[in-house]
């Protein structure tokens, strides 16, 4: 399996719930990141890893942690979303740091309910 | 606070007039400037990267860039109904090593 794979593609989870997003790049790139797009907002960066170290937390709120065992894995956990932050999730990954050249996963559809 | 700006269409040509996709950015610092293509439901597929002043030309994609006027285009001549899709702007966020999106051109090829 080549690129940038993401799992599951969709999910439905209810504002208790604790949940994992995952992503896999089959690329050899040393940078990922997580993304959120909303509708009819830009695609909104959430987080870098740079060499498994995390360079960038745009804010995001702590219901979102994310995690990044290796270069080639990173997961976000999800825990007592709301229903604000039902989006598409996406993945990105790049040769490296500061190299804007990235290519993205399928996404993850999110329905916070 | 660092933006790019799109005009959100929908943008419509029919089939095989030249769709011209516009641009702006806010930080005259940007460097690096990239055209993705996201189909919907899909996840965004680079299209065209551009660093230098002028045209950059590949296959019937034309991008275009003008840092004098922090303005960033893209041409896509003989579009084809295949070409419908959302087209999104990105810029480089200096040493953050992040892409700052605009919010993409809707484009729609009728036959």
């Known amino acids: 399996e080549t690129g940038v794979t993401q799992t599951p593609r969709h999910l439905v989870m209810g504002m208790t719930n604790k949940k994992s997003l995952k992503c896999e790049q089959h690329?050899?790139?040393?940078?990922m990141y997580w993304y959120k797009q909303s509708a009819k907002k830009p695609l909104e960066l959430m987080f870098v890893?740079?060499?498994?170290?995390?360079?960038e937390n745009n804010s995001v709120p702590s219901r979102f942690s994310p995690e990044c065992p290796n270069s080639s894995h990173l997961f976000l956990h999800l825990h007592t979303l709301q229903p604000e932050d039902s989006a598409l999730y996406l993945c990105?990954?790049?040769?490296?740091?500061?190299?804007?050249?990235?290519?993205f996963g399928p996404g993850t559809r999110l329905l916070v309910l | 606070q660092k933006e790019v700006e799109q005009n959100s269409g929908p943008l419509s040509v029919p089939e095989g007039a030249i769709a011209s996709l516009n641009c702006t950015y806010s930080?005259?610092?940007?460097?690096?400037f990239f055209w993705y293509r996201q189909y919907s439901g899909k996840s965004p597929e680079l299209i065209m990267s551009?660093?230098?002043?002028g045209d950059k030309e590949d296959g019937r994609f034309t991008a275009q860039l003008n840092k004098a006027s922090q303005y960033v285009s893209l041409l896509i001549r003989d579009s084809q109904p295949s070409d419908s899709a959302t087209y999104l702007c990105?810029?480089?966020?200096?040493?953050?090593?992040?892409?700052?999106f605009g919010k993409g051109t809707k484009l729609s090829v009728k036959p």
């Open positions: 990105a990954s790049s040769q490296e740091f500061l190299q804007e050249t990235q290519y």
């Open positions: 690329l050899g790139h040393n940078a």
């Open positions: 890893y740079n060499f498994k170290e995390q360079t």
């Open positions: 930080d005259r610092g940007s460097q690096s």
């Open positions: 551009i660093y230098s002043n």
């Open positions: 990105a810029v480089d966020g200096g040493s953050q090593g992040n892409l700052i």
